[in-house]
């Protein structure tokens, strides 16, 4: 499915190269940016951006919302005249139901078409077109929290990474509330998604002095969890760090409510849907259940970036109910505007123009729905160190009242990130 809507970011020494002479004019002997020029994805006036989401299948309950948040922002974009108030943005979107190879095919299906991909969602589809956008020199943002993203020159990613946000909950466990020489164990999806989680894990485990009693992994989609929980259970588990789905976190759960297995469970971020919250396991996540995130609760106006997230989602879509992953979608759109601004500066919306724009970027705030992000040369970029504790809680508009904000770990402030992954 492909919908249009509203016609409305390194190799820093080579890219720099090659763009010493384009974008540019001449004026008093200096030379001074100019217009860009059409490149792949923007005649003149209008910028067409890629996004590859589950609309279809049992991520969709993730990808609707995360693309209507980048719709929202754009919406707000355009009608205050678009990219440095010039050039309106058009979402080019395609459904990849979470499947890897259809990524790849629905990537191949934009590419020569758009300018960057505003989002592409998930882990594994991310890893399946990395090498395509590296070939292409594209730049992508991933909805998608892997460590390995901050040293890699096409992505543009947002958000302190999976592995903080594991190291940050377990720190706050065990420093904070009595998690100190207790049993903790984890359960995550197998897959490169699962093993960013359990990378954290590792690194609270080494920081803090603490074995993992028993780890549990499993496969997207698995519809029986009753074994990998039994074993669980059997370990005397006091905390369970889960990385996984929605639609998974919720079979995990309900098979240990069933069995009476009641650990603190510490949540990488994408188990949460809205819906949970008023489900028959409102009641047993409430007394258990911590997600571990970014931002505050929906509704909080006393953050900059929530107040203009209500803003525009009144004057764009006020329909739009609240969701957790709207504001993400929301705060990728913010992200890829900076660039795409940024590009327009240097006179540049080609592919390399918005490399090179990426190397430039500096800080972008995101008005404390995220944690500001360093951007710059891929080697030095420093993405946010905090997370937001979440615990489950019915009453609110998400489902989730913000317990502890902005949490930064002793650990999690001494975090490297390596080198970008193959």
């Known amino acids: 499915m492909s919908r249009h809507l509203w016609r409305a970011p390194l190799a820093a020494a080579a890219v720099a190269l090659a763009l010493a002479a384009c974008g540019e004019e001449r004026k008093g002997g200096e030379r001074k940016p100019g217009a860009p020029e059409p490149a792949p994805g923007f005649d003149g006036q209008t910028i067409k951006l890629g996004v590859l989401t589950p609309l279809s299948g049992p991520v969709a309950v993730i990808g609707l919302p995360i693309t209507a948040g980048n719709e929202v922002y754009f919406a707000a974009v355009n009608a205050r005249g678009g990219i440095a108030g010039k ?10 139901r979470y499947v890897p190879d259809v990524a790849v095919q ?51 990613p947002l958000g302190a990474p999976y592995q903080v946000h594991a190291v940050n909950g377990l720190d706050y466990y065990v420093r904070h509330v009595g998690g100190k020489d207790k049993i903790i164990c984890s359960i995550v999806q197998d897959d490169a998604y699962g093993d960013a989680g359990d990378a954290g894990v ?37 905390a369970v760090f889960i990385a996984a ?32 919250a008023s489900s028959p396991l409102s009641a047993y996540l ?20 929530m107040r203009r997230l209500l803003a ?16 993400f979608g929301y705060n990728q759109a913010r992200a890829m505007t900076a660039l795409l601004e940024q590009a327009v500066r240097l006179g540049d919306l080609s592919r390399a123009g918005l490399l090179r724009a990426s190397t430039e970027l ?55 990130f390596g080198e970008e992954r193959d």
């Open 202 to 238: 590792d690194l609270a485990a080494a920081r803090l002095g603490f074995e993992v009693a028993t780890r549990q992994r499993f496969r997207l989609g698995d519809n029986d969890m009753t074994g990998q929980v039994q074993r669980l259970r059997r370990s005397d588990c006091d």
């Open 362 to 416: 500096g800080s972008v705030s995101f008005g404390g729905l995220l944690g500001d992000y360093r951007y710059g040369p891929a080697a030095t970029r420093q993405p946010p160190r905090q997370s937001t504790i979440f615990a489950v809680d019915p009453s609110k508009p998400v489902g989730l009242a913000r317990l502890e904000y902005q949490y930064e770990s002793p650990i999690a402030a001494e975090v490297e």
């Open 106 to 156: 629905k990537y191949n299906k934009l590419k020569d078409d758009v300018v960057a991909f505003a989002q592409i969602l998930g882990t594994p589809p991310t890893l399946a077109v990395l090498q395509q956008l590296r070939r292409d020199r594209i730049i992508a943002s991933p909805a998608s929290g892997d460590a390995a993203w901050v040293r890699e020159p096409n992505l543009l």
């Open 312 to 327: 525009d989602i009144k004057a764009h879509r006020p329909d739009q109910k609240p969701n957790y992953y709207f504001s």
């Open 245 to 276: 789905g929605p639609a998974d976190a919720g079979t995990i759960w309900a098979t240990a409510a069933r069995l009476g297995f009641k650990p603190r469970w510490i949540a990488q971020a994408p188990v949460w849907i809205d819906e949970l």
């Open 286 to 305: 409430a007394e258990t259940t911590w997600i571990v995130f970014e931002g505050t609760e929906w509704g909080d106006r006393s953050v900059p970036g």
């Open 87 to 96: 050039y309106r943005v058009e979402l080019v979107e395609e459904d990849t």
